[in-house]
């Protein structure tokens, strides 16, 4: 299946050309195809925070190279260059509270320039650690399609329907996406037959990301309001509820996009089994549980327009970005190290501690 993935690829939203950062940005998808240059680290920290690159392994991926451009900035500078990065990596790091992959590949750049030899050069040395975690997460893409086919095939393997949420795909990552990677494998298995999309308000990444990623590839898509979720669930046959993560705690709670947490209660309630596909590096041993995400809000006229045309009343909004979905609504957690039914934190510590899948 891993070679006819790879002739599938059509969709790349990050591109690293030259020592700068091209963005495909997301906010005008689907009407419109527009490259981001981004030429130093706070304007990746912006489209970060803008929203022109979204998604938590492509935020990550994202981060990394903006790391690279400010290393070269700094020595440029002249000045303490290392002590001087460190405003650069709280920059990025604050850019976006919720995704756990932000703050691992930070750490990950952090804990490669410490460990940075004296005749070695900074740049050079960052810049080849950012295309490795580009690199290493298309390869877990790869992998956690694998094994989210054959967990489905396992449980039913004929053509079925599957409902998503949000967008976890090729322009949420760096390369074919974590929940619509195994949509996107199960399908040329023969085992889906369409896919529902839920619209995801506010920012209509459902509708605009999710719909547009299925139709270039030619896969049968629905798309359906948010609130139409449970109807669907109970009335169109839907044997999976399939989504990505932002942060799974070390319990097997995971914050995902606002939603997804009514989704699960609700494929609960129909028998709808439900998967988390999400690379190792989302999963934060260090927060305990669920209550300890920290839960991003943004502003309030994200809800009170559609665009640039107003639609709402003059009236105070609560806007959280995520929500919380607890363990024991979750069938299935699907990574790269392998897979993880019925979460908890046992079974986290244990994946947690491989080396490689096995």
């Not at 990505?244 to 997804?260: C, E, F, L, Q």
């Amino acid at each position: 299946m891993r070679d006819r993935l790879l002739a599938t690829e059509k969709v790349k939203a990050i591109d690293w050309r030259d020592g700068t950062l091209f963005l495909l940005d997301q906010r005008v998808l689907p009407f419109e195809q527009t490259w981001i240059a981004c030429t130093d680290v706070s304007g990746v920290a912006e489209a970060i925070r803008s929203m022109q690159v979204r998604g938590a392994s492509a935020i990550g991926i994202a981060a990394a190279y903006g790391m690279v451009l400010a290393v070269r900035a700094r020595i440029a500078e002249g000045s303490d260059w290392y002590a001087a990065l460190e405003e650069d990596f709280a920059l990025l790091a604050d850019a976006r509270p919720t995704a756990a992959h932000l703050f691992w590949a930070l750490n990950r750049m952090h804990d490669r320039l410490d460990r940075l030899k004296d005749n070695a050069d900074p740049v050079a040395t960052l810049e080849a650690e950012a295309v490795a975690i580009h690199e290493s997460d298309r390869e877990a893409n790869l992998t956690m399609a694998q094994l989210g086919v054959d967990v489905i095939r396992r449980h039913q393997g004929n053509a079925q329907a599957i409902l998503t949420h949000c967008n976890a795909g090729a322009l949420a990552t760096g390369g074919f996406g974590t929940a619509l990677g195994v949509i996107r494998g199960a399908f040329l298995e023969g085992m889906v037959e369409r896919v529902y999309v839920n619209e995801t308000r506010p920012w209509l990444q459902g509708s605009r990301l999710t719909a547009w990623e299925l139709l270039n590839e030619e896969i049968p898509v629905i798309l359906n309001a948010d609130s139409a979720a449970a109807h669907i669930l109970k009335a169109k046959g839907i044997t999976w509820v399939i989504v990505g993560a932002d942060r799974i705690a070390a319990n097997g709670d995971v914050a995902s996009k606002i939603g997804t947490y009514q989704l699960a209660v609700n494929a609960m309630h129909h028998g709808v089994r439900f998967m988390v596909v999400a690379p190792s590096s989302t999963i934060d041993m260090h927060t305990a549980s669920g209550e300890d995400i920290p839960l991003e809000e943004r502003d309030g006229d994200e809800l009170l327009a559609v665009g640039s045309v107003r639609v709402g009343a003059d009236v105070e909004v609560f806007n959280p970005v995520f929500d919380v979905t607890p363990a024991d609504l979750i069938d299935v957690i699907v990574t790269e190290k392998g897979i993880v039914e019925r979460p908890d934190t046992a079974k986290l510590a244990q994946l947690m501690c491989r080396k490689r899948l096995h």
